[in-house]
């Protein structure tokens, strides 16, 4: 029987595990992921910002796929991939051999090398990052009561990207709470978004984005555009020579993906692999990469797409499906991306989105926040089951 090996059990993952199985293929499939859960990357600024607890956006792996008798879980580390001995090695068992891998390795975050954003900035790219980001905020907001350092309640979010706009709309709706609650006064809080680039929110028509901009302006966020960050330090962040001090610094300013594709010596950028048509790797037909390890070009712009769990689930569909097509000794299909439309929420009751699903729909406030929720619900009920879904506020 043949071993198909998927790596990570992100959005890619887990999707590719479940449509495999639901195929009726004849086949060994191992899961391998370095967590006992799945984490849902779509809210984990929630979890950054302490509105949602971990167990919220989370489920069991091994427990998803517990009735299905050809899929293994493995819980481990994945080191590297040995693409000629077609073998992946792993920090605490034996190497795995396979023949056919999908690689679902998924995100890490972007420093792009400036000094200080790795030591004295918090990124979000998984619970614990999360969990820590949201630790020290606290305890910093907490300390002002004591230390009366006007610091202590200035907040930096590096860059303004859909993690840092996400992020902004949960940390100003939790502010009041946390003011009440640690006892600092709310007025004296400082939040400073810092984007190189000259706009916030320009994926979205103008309307959109000055919508979005205002309503955090409102709530208290000052933007600075076009200042780039080039230094981080402890209670600093360093445009040239201008300074913003601050006691929290939390670092959005982008991904990459997992540093196992550097290591396992892909022809990659930024641990990105650009793919074959069909998303497989040019030069080894036996394996596929798909989700943030993965570059697909838009054939409207020649530009990769960029990474969401929209394209990873739309990639493990395709990956599902060319691997029954593989066994059966059939030709792969080319994958094609028809993107649904984008949501950013502003916190739990606010958002703004631009959906192409039964039309062009742009959408503003409460109603885009519920079509956010439906989406991450959505997910819920195709990647776990339904029983989670309903367990889940
Ligand atoms: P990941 O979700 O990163 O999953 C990778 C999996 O592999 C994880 O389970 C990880 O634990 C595991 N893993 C990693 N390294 C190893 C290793 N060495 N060994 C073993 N296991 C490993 N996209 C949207 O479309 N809509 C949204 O609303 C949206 N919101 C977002 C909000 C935030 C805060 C963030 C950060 C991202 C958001 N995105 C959104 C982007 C989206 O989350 C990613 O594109 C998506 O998670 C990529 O899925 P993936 O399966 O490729 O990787
Ligand atoms: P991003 O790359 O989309 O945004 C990062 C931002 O940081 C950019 O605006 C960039 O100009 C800025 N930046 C980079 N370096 C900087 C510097 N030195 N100084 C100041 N600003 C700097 O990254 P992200 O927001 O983490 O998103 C990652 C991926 O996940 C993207 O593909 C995004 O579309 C996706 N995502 C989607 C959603 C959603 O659909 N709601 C939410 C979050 C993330």
């Known amino acids: 029987m043949k071993r198909i090996v998927v790596l990570g059990a992100g959005y890619a993952g887990i999707r590719t595990v479940k449509k495999l199985y639901g195929s009726g293929i004849d086949a060994q499939i191992v899961l391998v992921n370095k967590n006992p859960y799945h984490y849902m990357t779509t809210q984990l600024h929630e979890v950054a910002a302490g509105t949602k607890e971990p167990a919220d956006i989370t489920f069991d792996v091994a427990q998803t796929f517990a009735d299905k008798k050809n899929v293994q879980v493995i819980l481990d580390e994945v080191i590297r991939i040995d693409q000629d001995a077609k073998s992946v090695e792993l920090k605490n068992n034996a190497p795995l051999q396979y023949d056919y891998l999908v690689n679902a390795l998924g995100f890490e975050s972007e420093t792009f090398g400036i000094q200080g954003a790795e030591e004295n900035g ?15 905020l606290e305890d910093t907001l907490k300390r002002y009561k004591t230390s009366h350092d006007p610091n202590d309640l ?29 006892g600092f006064p709310r007025n004296k809080v400082k939040i400073d978004c810092i984007e190189a680039g000259p706009k916030i929110l320009g994926m979205f028509n103008q309307d959109l984005a000055q919508w979005g901009v205002k309503y955090l302006e409102k709530k208290g966020v ?28 939390i670092w959005t300013t982008g991904v990459h993906g997992s540093h196992v594709i550097a290591d396992s010596g892909y022809d990659q950028k930024r641990n990105r692999v650009v793919v074959e048509d069909d998303l497989r790797v040019n030069g080894h037909p036996d394996q596929f990469l798909i989700g943030d390890v993965s570059g697909v070009p838009n054939p409207d712009n020649g530009r990769l797409f960029p990474t969401t769990a929209q394209i990873s689930i739309a990639q493990a ?18 994958f094609v991306f028809k993107a649904l439309g984008t949501v950013c929420s502003l916190g739990p009751t606010s958002g703004i989105a631009s959906i192409d699903m039964f039309g062009h729909w742009n959408l503003k406030g409460w109603i885009a926040s519920i079509a956010k929720k439906l989406i991450a619900d959505r997910a819920v009920l195709e990647l776990a089951n339904i029983r989670t879904m309903l367990e889940s506020d």
Not at 154 to 179: D, N, Q, W
Not at 222 to 249: C, Q, Y
Request: hydrophobic content about 40%.
């Open 122 to 136: 918090w990124p979000i790219i998984d619970i614990n990052t999360a969990l820590a980001a949201r630790k020290h």
């Open 154 to 182: 200035r907040i930096i979010v590096c860059g303004a990207g859909f993690t840092s706009i996400e992020y902004l709309g949960e940390i100003v709706h939790r502010m009041p709470k946390l003011a009440k609650e640690y």
């Open 222 to 249: 000052t933007f600075h555009v076009s200042t780039p960050i080039t230094e981080v330090k402890t209670n600093a962040v360093m445009s040239n020579d201008k300074e913003f001090p601050a006691n929290t610094i």
């Open 317 to 334: 569909d395709c990956v599902a499906e060319n691997l029954v097509a593989l066994m059966n000794g059939q030709p792969t299909k080319k």
